[in-house]
């Protein structure tokens, strides 16, 4: 829990003090002693603290005069945005409790401390408290029952996607400190994959931090101010101190959505955290620390962004081997049955056996540009159609947008039956329009992937395409043959 963190004992108590030295030194544990108040003042003042263990009455007595700690523990909680702070007294007396969580405290530890145990074990508790205040609960999911059941066992988390899929956010779940790049077109469900790996840690470490971020919406100086937060004063307008985003993932998971639209200079502070995780708020010298897991997404081929200048290596060489693509509707058909019913499923919608049938006919005639969002959003028009207009939910009154594009022509399904999704893909790019960068992208790998298949040897496959070999080992990873 310490490890390359820095926490700040506010204690006047000499016995105390020699006890708590000789515990937290034991530990390894990299820490400040502050005996006053003007002390505490000055360290919180001018290094940036991850915890904050204080005793509530420094310059007072305790029982008879007002805790001074309580002033201390405000201004800790002011300046120190993402700090853990544990409150600690000999006074037994519910009410100064109260005060301490109201001044910013996220604990209380009675004294004498005699185990090292007893703060790791405060400061945990401190931390899913402070993880349960700043987010509201959520209502438990309802588990879908009679015809749905079986696609709620079939896809436990309510995500549909392949056992690969699964397999490698189970793995980066296990590998905390491994970042990941899902890839994918705007639609596909790669936040989900996120919240996916979210959902999966904290099964294992319990609740810890999500913070989704679409950098596609943040540019320029409010960027930084956005990803690493402000210093109260730090420029026009503010007003407050900020944590910043990256300040908030502390512990958990950072999610950045189109992190290829992220300018180069706030690039290069992004790297700077994960290479050794501290960064610096605008407008402050002080040096932060925060360490979480990066789960980015792009719609873009990431190597193509870096040989256009326009992503730094550094940044992709960290996530090379563990991407995760995620297909198009149109190349997944077969799982509209699933995404109808689990989506039918949260909205408690039945319907019957006859219709969901003629219903997933229905939708599987579209080429879904949009993807699941698209699938989604028209699902939710038909309920609310049908709502509005008191109209049976059925079929003929599924309603069809200028988007829903029908998929080729019955003549080119024909066409299609019986040829690999690689062919399918090809075939589709000739006759529709098609994202130019991700057909390169699904050609090449299937081009590799056919050839590794044919060849017994690296060595021969390497032969067979005329390509060096560490071309075809750089190529191997970025598709996940290794």
């Known amino acids: 829990m310490f490890e390359n963190r820095k926490l700040l004992v506010i204690e006047d108590d000499r016995q105390e003090i020699e006890n708590l030295g000789l515990l937290l030194r034991q530990q390894n544990v990299n820490f400040v002693l502050a005996s006053t108040v003007r002390d505490a003042m000055d360290a919180i003042s001018s290094d940036a603290f991850d915890f904050v263990l ?217 790297l700077r955290v994960l290479n050794d995780g501290t960064y610096n708020r605008v407008g402050e010298s002080k040096t932060y620390r925060s360490q979480f897991q990066l789960i980015a997404a792009s719609t873009r081929d990431l190597d193509l962004e870096v040989e256009a200048g326009r992503f730094l290596i550094d940044i992709r060489t960290r996530m090379i081997g563990l991407d995760m693509h995620l297909p198009p509707l149109r190349e997944r058909i077969e799982d509209i049955p699933a995404l109808t019913a689990l989506y039918l499923s949260k909205k408690d919608i039945e319907i019957s056996d006859k219709e969901f049938s003629d219903l997933v006919g229905k ?51 024909k066409t299609l039956q019986g040829l690999s999704k690689e062919e399918k893909s090809f075939l589709r790019a000739l006759n529709e329009d098609y994202d130019f960068e991700k057909a390169i992208f699904d050609f090449e790998q299937a081009i590799l992937e056919a050839a590794l298949k044919r060849h017994k040897s690296i060595g021969e496959c390497c032969r067979a395409l005329n390509l060096p070999r560490s071309t075809l080992d750089a190529k191997r990873r970025k598709y996940g043959f290794i």
């Open 54 to 270: 204080s005793d509530l009455h420094i310059d007072t007595k305790a029982g008879f005069e007002k805790p001074d700690g309580l002033f201390v523990i405000r201004s800790a909680a002011e300046q120190l945005p993402n700090v853990t702070i544990v409150a600690m007294s000999s006074d037994p007396r519910t009410e100064i409790w109260n005060e301490a969580l109201s001044a910013g405290a996220h604990h209380f530890i009675r004294k004498p401390i005699s185990k090292m145990d007893e703060i790791y074990i405060a400061f945990s508790l401190a931390r899913e408290r402070k993880l349960l205040v700043g987010k509201s609960k959520k209502a438990v999911a309802k588990k879908p029952e009679g015809r749905w059941k079986k696609y709620a066992e079939g896809f436990p988390y309510g995500i549909v996607i392949g056992e690969r899929e699964m397999r490698r956010a189970r793995g980066v779940a296990k590998k905390r400190n491994a970042s990941c790049v899902v890839i994918g077109e705007t639609g596909t469900g790669k936040e989900e994959i996120a919240k996916l790996i979210h959902r999966l840690r904290s099964e294992e470490e319990g609740m810890i931090p999500y913070v989704a971020v679409n950098c596609a919406t943040i540019t320029g100086g409010i960027a930084e101010s956005l990803l690493f937060g402000h210093r109260k004063g730090a420029f026009t307008g503010a007003e407050q101190s900020t944590i910043g985003f990256i300040g908030e993932a502390d512990g958990g998971i950072l999610f950045l959505d189109e992190i290829q639209t992220l300018d180069i200079p706030t690039q290069q502070k992004l």
């Open 363 to 413: 939708l599987q005639e579209f080429h879904w540009s949009g993807n699941i969002r698209q699938l989604f959003k028209a699902l939710e028009s038909w309920i609310l159609l049908c709502e509005f207009d008191e109209l049976p939910l059925t079929v003929e009154n599924f309603p069809e947008s200028r988007g829903m594009l029908k998929l080729a022509s019955s003549a080119v399904k």
